[in-house]
């Protein structure tokens, strides 16, 4: 089943304490020019204040997770100039500290290499020093515990459901995943930052069990919670656009968990 509830994430009521297994988002970039008028609706101009927005959903996020549940954030750092000084705009670095300002702890995490269409592309000109910049390539995925393990019996049915095999945990747990495509973007004004399925489906089931409840607070056009149906989870969606909102919305009541995934995104693979 896919609950999509239309509104701000910062206000979380309609979920209960301890309800949720695994949190799979990503979230409007920090200082990325695409999110500035979204933010700015919200209150936020600055680094500190969207960071003070996405720090109230990770709040609710760290309530509305079961012990031992898992987040995992997929966040970019960004590259702006500001006041003349062209400079990175630590987004992964403020989350982790963030996150674990919040009593979760912080474990080791993944870097999504993006192939990129044009691997020579840089920052700079020509082939003279000092004053080129490294390409940012890789995007984090953050991944956080909230207290100790989890422990669930050995012989647990739904468990033993959802074991990985030996190939895919190899490939998994290694921590750059270098071989998923970005998701082709669509035109200027339109684009919504939607992460490929491969992303939720390998976090959903590395972090959880089948039957389980899956969060996605900036549930975006819903490639985590269709993602997430299709492998047997239960999904939580928020999206603060009306219209996309109200899309999700006509697209889970249409789901049934054996037909094609709503938004075209195929079927797991
Ligand atoms: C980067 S996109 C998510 C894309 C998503 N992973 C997908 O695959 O489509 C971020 C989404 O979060 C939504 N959003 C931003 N702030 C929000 C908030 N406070 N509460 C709920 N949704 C929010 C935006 O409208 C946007 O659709």
Known sequence: MIRVHAGDARQMEAVADACVHLVVTSPPYPMIPQWDALFARL????????????????????????????????????????????????????????????????LPYLLWKKPMNRPNAFLGSGFLPPNAYVTLDCEP???FRKGSLRRLARNDPARTRSRFSRAERDRWFSQVWADVRAERQGPEGRRSAAFPPEIPRRLIRMFSVEGETVLDPFAGTGTTLWTAAALGREAIGFEVDALRAEELRRRAEEWTPRGAPPHGAGPPR
């Open 141 to 143: 995925i953050l991944l």
């Open 43 to 106: 209150g936020a101009t600055s680094f500190q204040e969207m960071h003070d927005v996405l720090g109230e959903v990770w709040a609710q996020c760290a309530r509305v997770l079961v012990p031992g549940g898992l987040i995992a954030i997929n966040i970019g750092d960004a590259l702006r100039t500001v006041d003349g000084t062209f400079a990175l705009w630590p987004n992964h670095a403020e989350v982790l500290l963030r996150v674990r300002a919040l009593g979760l702890t912080a």
